[in-house]
């Protein structure tokens, strides 16, 4: 499981393939996983932390779907910076597919970690990749890559382990905690906590404790807690200590306390005279505790969906309440809109949102909750109607219309079929003049 909630990779090392030679890449990741293994204390495997493509050639006009997948599902880019990397078309095509998605809370400068091993040509870089922070690995000679494993190559790649360790644990950082509670040690037990860690954790929330092992420490316990916005706990076979910790949560959690009692399972004499003193205790005390007792994991799920509404920080929001402008597409398109949000704010820095949320796997009334949140923010809405189903997105337009009516809004169009799409629909906007207009008049400030 990757470090960062949400994603299946927490690097994508990006590179062109002559850049490999003699293994170059392939040593740098390689040392580069046990470095940032040693710094955060947890293994940083090729298969669920680093994704890196051993790749022998680049054939034209087939780059494999398996790589769009793998860059929109990890959380920093590793650009292999270097003038064949500059103009390689899957080069490009992985940065097109990583910056469609990030990782929640993030903005693109959160995100990306090049390094330099040849001499390029700065004029091909945009901006973003100016201004980020660059580790060189080029030798004395200013032309060639230092040599793998040489003690200069060796302390370049700590330092940059240490920079990248910093990164995900912001990032990291960037996702509410969420308490999950401790379990029989059945093996079905086990597996119900270890499937809701996963399913929370695609969420993009992380879990607490890190280690099993702390919830037998009641300090460690109530620290965590304390720093969570929901808990989970789990009914059926508990021992004494798992029922200490719900008594803790109630007192000390700021969002709601859970308590699962799966269908199936049976309490025990201790669990059920424990219970019904502790349910007696909270009519006078209160607290913010929901017992779901006799269900399956689903609603567990779909329970945990709607309170994580209200404590999850919107993407970017930084205390601000409106935005100039909210794009509005389906995942289809959120590598689109990222694009033209860049292009936008080439010519006029602007507040944008973009809904990053259609896919991080929401349940259908947390979505809906989202769109509403995500609509009454904006002071222009711009519909994005490019590869995102039409009848989709006029639902989301009907939304806006009926919540908030005065908000100006507009369709853009985009391939594929864009010809046929402005014969259809003239009076919609297709190009970037006609978007920053938009903004213009959005704002009030052109007629």
């Known amino acids: ?68 997948a793998a860059a929109r599902e990890s959380a920093i880019l590793v650009p292999v910076l270097s003038r064949s990397y500059l103009t390689s078309a899957w080069c490009d095509n992985e940065r097109t597919a990583f910056f469609s998605k990030l990782p929640h809370g993030s903005k693109d400068a ?31 000679d200013g032309q060639t890559p230092l040599e793998p494993s040489s003690p200069a190559w060796l302390t370049k790649v700590r330092a940059f382990a240490g920079q990248l360790a910093k990164a995900l644990q912001k990032l990291r950082r960037n996702c509410k905690p969420v308490f999950l509670g401790k379990t029989a040690q059945t093996s079905q037990a086990q597996a119900l906590r ?25 300090a460690s316990i109530q620290g965590n807690l304390q720093e969570a916005g929901v808990a989970i706990h789990f009914l059926g076979n508990a021992d004494a200590a798992a029922m200490e910790a719900i008594e803790t949560s109630v007192a000390v959690c700021s969002g709601t306390t859970i308590l699962y009692q799966p269908w199936g399972a049976h309490l025990d004499a201790n669990e059920q005279l424990w219970l019904d003193s502790f ?12 017992r779901l007792a006799g269900k399956n994991d689903w609603e567990l799920l779909a329970l945990f969906d709607e309170i994580a509404t209200q404590i999850r920080p919107e993407p970017h929001a930084s205390g601000a309440a409106h935005v100039e402008l ?41 979505l809906m909750r989202k769109w509403s949140d995500y609509i009454s923010r904006a002071e222009g809405l711009l519909f994005y109607y490019g ?61």
Not at 279 to 290: A, H, K, P, V
Request: charged share 30%.
């Open 387 to 447: 590869a995102s189903e039409r009848k989709r997105l006029e639902l989301i337009w009907q939304k806006a219309t009926e919540e908030k009516p005065t908000v100006r809004r507009d369709w853009f169009l985009a391939p594929p079929a864009l010809e046929h799409k402005k014969l259809q629909h003239p009076d919609a906007l297709w190009e970037l003049d006609q978007v920053i207009q938009f903004i213009e008049r959005a704002r009030g400030t052109t007629p």
């Open 326 to 366: 909210a794009l509005v597409c389906e995942e289809p398109d959120l590598g689109s809109i990222q694009q033209l949000n860049r292009d936008i704010q080439t010519q006029r820095p602007t507040g944008i949102a973009l809904p990053e949320f259609v896919g991080s796997g929401l349940r259908a009334l947390a």
């Open 110 to 140: 959160d995100c990306l970690a090049p390094i330099l091993i040849r001499p390029i040509d700065e004029s091909g870089l945009n901006q973003l990749y100016r201004d980020a922070q660059r580790m060189s690995f080029l030798s004395a």
């Open 279 to 290: 349910e007696r205790q909270l009519e006078s005390t209160g607290g913010q505790y929901q």
């Open 194 to 218: 270890s499937w809701c860690r996963t399913e929370v954790e695609c969420r993009h929330f992380r879990t607490l404790p890190e280690s099993l092992l702390a919830l037998d420490d009641p």
């Open 1 to 68: 499981m990757a470090y960062i909630p949400g994603c299946r990779y927490d690097l994508f090392i990006s590179y062109a393939n002559e850049n490999n030679r003699e293994g170059w890449v392939e040593q740098f990741e390689k040392v580069l996983r046990e470095e940032l293994g040693d710094l955060l204390g947890r293994q940083f495997s090729s298969t669920t932390s680093v994704f890196f493509d051993r790749r022998e050639v680049e054939l034209p006009g087939s780059f494999p779907e398996k790589l769009v």
